[in-house]
């Protein structure tokens, strides 16, 4: 989820391929297209977009020193079995040596976001994913490597969603969210006698009683009828 909403698949009935199961046993089978009649992007339940935004901070922390040491970290992070990869890490209840097809799509969307959180290129966050895909080819060469850079049209497509929306969230402050409304204008607080025209009053507070409840407005809106008036004791 960002921003409240499921994220969406960039390629119509893409996330909808795969079968979903009840449990890890393989119980109660459901084709993704019934299951997932939306498109909605399938990622692993401990995933998060708060997660994936502290590895974009900690990315660009390194891009202060040099566009070169960051490469060390999104290597290490995002390499097969690194701690990122969605389709495969531990991390992520994926059982050792096993691959979640599912999970391709957002993989590639996570490594997107991440880049573009960090405020890289998004042709590096391509370049990078589609190195890793000519390797994959070399060794099978049923996969596709038709898109930009030896990705797969997936890749592209997910990649691309995904640095929008990291690069998105990077130019917005990551503990408030408008909405889509301006930030309003924080106007400085003013005190009591300050010079404009507001007398100083905490002498005329003594003997104020903190803990009883302030008199009602006076007068009373002429708008709504007055049922009664109780007794009204001044404060000082």
């Known amino acids: 989820m960002r921003n409240g909403s499921y994220v969406v ?3 119509s009935g893409e996330a909808q391929t795969e079968d979903l ?3 890890a046993s393989g119980s109660n089978r459901t084709p993704g297209a019934i299951a997932n009649p939306n498109n909605y992007l399938v990622v692993p339940r401990l995933h998060d977009e708060a997660s994936a935004r502290r590895v974009a901070d900690t990315i660009a ?3 202060k020193v040099g566009a070169l040491p960051a490469l060390a970290p999104i290597a290490h992070s995002f390499e097969p ?3 990122e990869d969605l389709q495969r890490h531990p991390r992520w209840g994926i059982p050792p040596d096993s691959f979640v097809k599912a999970y391709v799509g957002p993989a590639s969307d996570q490594f997107g976001y991440v880049l573009g959180a960090a405020g890289l290129p998004r042709e590096l966050a391509e370049a990078g994913g589609g190195i890793h895909n000519l390797y994959s080819w070399l060794n099978n060469r049923k996969i596709d490597v038709s898109g930009k850079y030896f990705l797969t049209k997936s890749n592209e497509a997910n990649i691309a969603q995904g640095y929008a929306a990291g690069a998105a969230a990077r ?3 990551t503990a408030y969210n408008d909405y889509g409304y301006p930030t309003p204008s924080q106007d400085p607080a003013n005190t009591g006698g300050d010079g404009k ?3 100083s009053f905490p002498a005329s507070l003594a003997g104020v009683n903190p803990d009883e409840p302030s008199p009602a407005a006076w007068p009373p809106k002429t ?3 007055i049922r009664y008036l109780s007794s009204y004791r001044a404060p000082y």
């Open 9 to 11: 698949a960039p390629i």
């Open 21 to 23: 199961y009840s449990d």
């Open 61 to 63: 922390g390194v891009q």
């Open 81 to 83: 079995d690194g701690p």
């Open 171 to 173: 130019r917005s402050p």
């Open 197 to 199: 025209g507001v007398l």
């Open 223 to 225: 708008d709504a009828p």
